[in-house]
């Protein structure tokens, strides 16, 4: 069993070291902290430790575990770290405190669609297909321009760039590229680096990192 206080506080040094490395301050890099499999419990002490913003991959399991932890914890934020399907952006805008997944145009629709309609501005990072693997979701880098220019129109607003590496090769070169092409397009954010690979992330200039088995131990099976 890892003690979340104390995980929690060897991640904060770990951001801190290498956002000083880098001549970056500690508070431009938010740690979402990845809790996705884990349960409420495990979440709550988090909260408790002093941790503030909190990611999942799916709508289905958020929507069963946070209501009641947002009741009791109003000052917590959520986001979405995980692909999304368009039939599911009413439900995301509604609980969501940040998407990370928008990645292609019958998205940008849905969202634009689902944050009329509730009121809701939930900013949204573009995905980006980085290691152009098949498998992977995310935009091509080809179509980014496309898709940003489609998410401005609508009005969302998109506040960066994701990407996942490739798994099994150095990922600096990854976050380096996400950097740019996140500085090309004028935007802020920069959604990168997980528990493998967060410090050389904030190096880079990642603005938040999405910390999981780090924080909560091995994901638990579903
Ligand atoms: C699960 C997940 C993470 C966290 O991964 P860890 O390696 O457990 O830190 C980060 N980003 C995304 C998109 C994920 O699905």
């Not at 500690?26 to 996705?36: D, I, N, Q, W």
């Not at 805008?93 to 309609?117: G, N, Q, W, Y």
């Not at 998109?158 to 996942?164: N, Q």
């Not at 490739?166 to 380096?176: L, Q």
Request: proline share 6%; charged share 20%.
């Amino acid at each position: 069993m890892t003690d979340p206080a104390a995980a929690l506080a060897e991640i904060q040094s770990r951001m801190a070291r290498a956002a000083a490395v880098a001549g970056r301050k500690a508070e431009e890099v938010t740690l979402v902290a990845v809790s996705k499999t884990h349960p409420a419990e495990a979440i709550a002490q988090l909260i408790a430790a002093g941790q503030r913003v909190f990611g999942e991959n799916r709508v289905q399991e958020a929507v069963v575990k946070w209501p009641a932890l947002r009741d009791r914890y109003p000052g917590v934020s959520l986001h979405l770290i995980g692909q999304l399907q368009s039939n599911k952006a009413d439900e995301a805008v509604e609980l969501f405190d940040c998407i990370h997944s928008l990645d292609r145009p019958s998205l940008v629709t849905a969202l634009a669609r689902a944050m009329d309609k509730s009121g809701r501005q939930v900013p949204c990072f573009v995905q980006v297909n980085i290691g152009a693997e098949a498998q992977k979701g995310g935009c091509a880098i080809a179509y980014l321009p496309a898709l940003l220019a489609e998410a401005r129109g609508a009005d969302l607003p998109v506040t960066g760039l994701m990407c996942v590496p490739p798994e099994g090769i150095e990922p600096a070169p990854f976050f380096a590229l996400l950097d740019k092409l996140t500085a090309d397009h004028g935007l802020p954010g920069r959604s990168m680096g997980m528990s493998g690979d967060f410090e050389t992330a904030v190096m880079l200039g990642s603005t938040h990192v999405r910390v999981g088995s780090a924080l909560f131990g091995s994901r638990l099976a579903t």
